[in-house]
């Protein structure tokens, strides 16, 4: 039976205003989850709370059976940086250094050596020489997302990773992604406007109304 990468009980947010309450959520390993909503329905902040950086006003979140938000920080950064991949809307890349040595950080800091046939998948391999800043808004995010997986992430989160590509890069990173999810018996969370990309995910959930339901 595949294993629970992610279980969350009774997560409940707000800021100003009430976000979402009563969230139970669980993904197993070799599965892919999408949740949509519209702009401001609070998918991204409950991505964030499911990736250890928000922790919710109430309930639980168990990442790899640990409750994710009683661990010490040093604890919940050891478990960001060996297990978790976060694939967020800025791409968090050091733009004066190149492409390669962007992945050789990543790959040093999880003990993990890059994939060339990685890189040649999502159509890279060729821009490792570059620097970050001379590289397009779709190649950066295609850097980004190598340099996510080069750390073999059992669990990933992504916030719309294909939101600013066009049809046919985003069509080759979701399936970059997926192939990933399915060969490393990982799991991935999807946050995304795109009803397209959410298909090819194994489920999808939408976030409105403050609940989240499967549909």
Do not use: W
């Not at 401001?40 to 409950?46: E, N, R, Y």
């Not at 295609?142 to 069509?171: C, H, M, Y």
């Amino acid at each position: 039976m595949p294993k629970t990468l992610l279980n969350a009980e009774d997560i409940a947010h707000s800021f100003d205003y009430p976000l979402f309450s009563n969230i139970n959520f669980k993904i197993h390993q070799r599965e892919s989850i999408a949740i949509l909503g519209r702009s401001g329905s609070g998918k991204s902040t409950l991505l964030h709370i499911f990736s250890s950086f928000i922790e919710p006003n109430s309930g639980k979140v168990e990442i790899f059976d640990k409750e994710i938000y009683s661990l010490s920080e040093d604890n919940i950064e050891d478990i960001r940086r060996n297990k978790l991949g976060i694939v967020f809307q800025a791409h968090y890349l050091f733009k004066g250094m190149k492409a390669i040595e962007n992945l050789e950080i990543a790959t040093l800091l999880a003990n993990e050596e890059i994939d060339n046939s990685l890189l040649e998948r999502l159509e890279i391999k060729e821009l490792m020489e570059q620097k970050i800043g001379e590289l397009s808004g779709g190649q950066q995010q295609r850097v980004s997302i190598a340099r996510v997986l080069s750390k073999k992430p059992s669990l990933i989160f992504a916030d719309e990773p294909t939101g600013n590509l066009d049809k046919e890069t985003a069509q080759l990173v979701m399936d970059v992604l997926l192939e990933y999810i399915d060969k490393h018996n990982a799991g991935m969370i999807l946050v995304t406007h795109d009803e397209e990309m959410a298909k090819l995910c194994n489920k999808s959930y939408k976030l409105e109304n403050q609940i989240l339901e499967e549909i």
